[in-house]
């Protein structure tokens, strides 16, 4: 591992942790992504993480809040990282490619098709409490359908 991967995951390991510790499952590889994806069922949140500050300051408190804010938890929780698992990344954009790659970005799948989709622009320049809020609200239709 040279000087700058070594930095990096210094800088990168917390940003992982903070959606692990929620119980968040790391999808490293693509094999990991289609694994998952030919799997899951029910609904599934799925956190497109990044290493910015929109990620850091927005995104992801704003999807906790989200989750503990909301009885209509989804079945699975799951992030790439962006920048960083570059495959697992791009493979999980594959399964929705109607909307250009963007991150940090947040979809939400039922039954393996995406139900609604987030992206960067719905995410920075708002506040964490307006990204929980509309997270909220996703959640809550998507149960219902």
Same mark, same amino acid.
Do not use: W
């Given at each position: @591992?040279?000087?700058?991967?070594?930095? @990096?995951?210094?800088? =990168?390991?917390? @940003?992982?942790?903070?959606?692990?510790?929620?119980?968040?499952?790391?999808?490293?590889?693509?094999?990991?992504?289609?694994?998952? @994806?030919?799997?899951?069922?029910?609904?599934?949140?799925? =956190?497109?993480?990044?290493?910015?500050?929109?990620?850091?300051?927005?995104?992801?408190?704003? =999807?906790?809040?989200?989750?503990?804010?909301?009885?209509?938890?989804?079945?699975?929780?799951?992030? =790439?990282?962006?920048?960083?698992?570059?495959?697992?990344?791009?493979?999980?954009?594959?399964?929705?490619?109607?909307?250009?790659?963007?991150?940090?970005?947040?979809?939400?799948?039922?039954?393996?098709?995406?139900?609604?989709?987030?992206?960067?622009?719905?995410?920075?320049?708002?506040?964490?409490?307006?990204?929980?809020?509309?997270?909220?609200?996703?959640?809550?239709?998507?149960?219902?359908?």
């Amino acid at each position: @591992m040279n000087a700058y991967d070594e930095y @990096m995951k210094g800088i =990168v390991v917390p @940003m992982r942790q903070e959606l692990a510790k929620e119980g968040f499952k790391e999808l490293l590889t693509a094999e990991e992504v289609n694994n998952f @994806m030919a799997e899951a069922s029910g609904t599934s949140l799925v =956190v497109i993480n990044s290493i910015c500050g929109c990620a850091a300051g927005l995104a992801r408190p704003g =999807v906790i809040e989200a989750l503990k804010g909301t009885a209509a938890k989804p079945d699975h929780l799951v992030t =790439v990282f962006a920048g960083q698992d570059k495959e697992a990344t791009e493979q999980m954009r594959s399964f929705f490619d109607e909307v250009p790659p963007s991150s940090p970005s947040i979809a939400v799948i039922k039954d393996g098709e995406l139900a609604y989709f987030i992206p960067r622009e719905q995410i920075e320049d708002h506040s964490v409490e307006h990204i929980s809020s509309h997270l909220t609200q996703v959640l809550e239709q998507v149960a219902a359908q």
